[in-house]
């Protein structure tokens, strides 16, 4: 499957942005359970004319590879999850050659943007057209951009996004990278919970969590939250958050662990495209 970059509307692409999981009642958007997820993903790609195509890394193929990026935006509620909207990520090399990009289809005004930049559109899209969700969640590639943060911020979203082990904190007087902060936290600090189901069983890590700075405009918190593993604890991840004062620790590592979702409809859409085609 490829791209259609001519499209200017989710409901233009092909079905693998279809939702994958019904909902069948409008009272869903209601509950304080749902969750916006931001992700992408590669579709592996023979040749150069397709649009976007170049050899880049894939996740899904866990190395550079021949590829097409697209970035996609996913909601999850306890009623099921679904992709609601998506962009083809073009590199740099794509716009800069305009008669390739003709030949492909793509429109003379289209600019590069980065992978942030493409996920701050589509949460404004779904922000301007009035999707309930309390919480956000990325991994470190959207979870390091300040203004992809400031934008949940603004708009009152809680969020748990992921950032690498070199984000810099200004916390305690000190203003160094997260995984210096964490070597001096009490071994007491830490709470074993699990941030939801397996397929071998509850998924248990050590957490531990750090608020910083002062209420933002709605008068939500922001924090550090770090995982660490329980066979190697030098095995950690590191998380911002931002939610209303008092949410429990549980909360915010049941959000952390609920990146499944989006990941579960790509293997599903993906599955559907491939039975498609025989």
């Known amino acids: 499957m490829g791209f259609n970059a001519c499209s200017a509307a989710p409901a233009g692409m092909q079905m693998m942005f279809v939702m994958i999981c019904s909902v069948t009642s409008w009272s869903i958007w209601a509950t304080r359970k749902v969750s916006c997820f931001i992700d992408e993903t590669g579709f592996l790609k023979k040749g150069d004319k397709s649009a976007g195509v170049s050899r880049q890394y894939s996740g899904t193929a866990g190395r550079i590879e021949n590829s097409q990026i697209g970035v996609f935006l996913a909601y999850r509620s306890p009623w099921g999850h679904a992709l609601i909207d998506r962009e083809l ?14 030949e ?14 493409i996920a701050r559109r589509m949460l404004q899209r779904a922000f301007d ?3 309930p969700a309390s919480w956000v969640t990325a991994d470190e590639i959207y979870g390091s ?12 979203f809680g969020y748990v996004v992921a950032v690498s082990c070199q984000q810099r904190l200004f916390l305690r007087g ?7 902060h964490v070597q001096e936290i009490p071994e007491r600090k830490w709470k074993q919970l699990s941030c939801g189901s397996g397929s071998k069983g509850e998924r248990l890590y ?5 608020p910083f700075g002062t209420a933002t405009e709605h008068g939500q918190r922001k924090g550090l939250l770090v995982r660490r593993s329980l066979k190697d604890p030098e095995e950690r991840a590191y998380y911002f958050t931002h939610a ?24 599903q859409s993906k ?3 491939r039975l498609e085609r025989v």
């Open 174 to 180: 000190s203003y160094d990278r997260v995984d210096a």
């Open 244 to 267: 209303k004062k008092g949410t429990r620790l549980a909360a915010l590592v049941h959000v952390a662990g609920s990146r499944w979702a989006i990941e579960e409809c790509f293997e």
């Open 129 to 131: 057209d009035g999707l």
């Open 89 to 102: 990520y073009l590199p740099k090399s794509w716009i800069d050659d305009r008669t390739r990009c003709e």
């Open 271 to 273: 599955t559907r495209d």
């Open 145 to 156: 951009d300040s203004k992809f943060r400031r934008l949940l911020e603004k708009h009152g």
């Open 206 to 210: 050590e957490w531990v969590f750090i």
């Open 104 to 117: 492909a289809g793509i429109p003379a005004d289209t600019t590069f943007a980065t992978k942030p930049t």
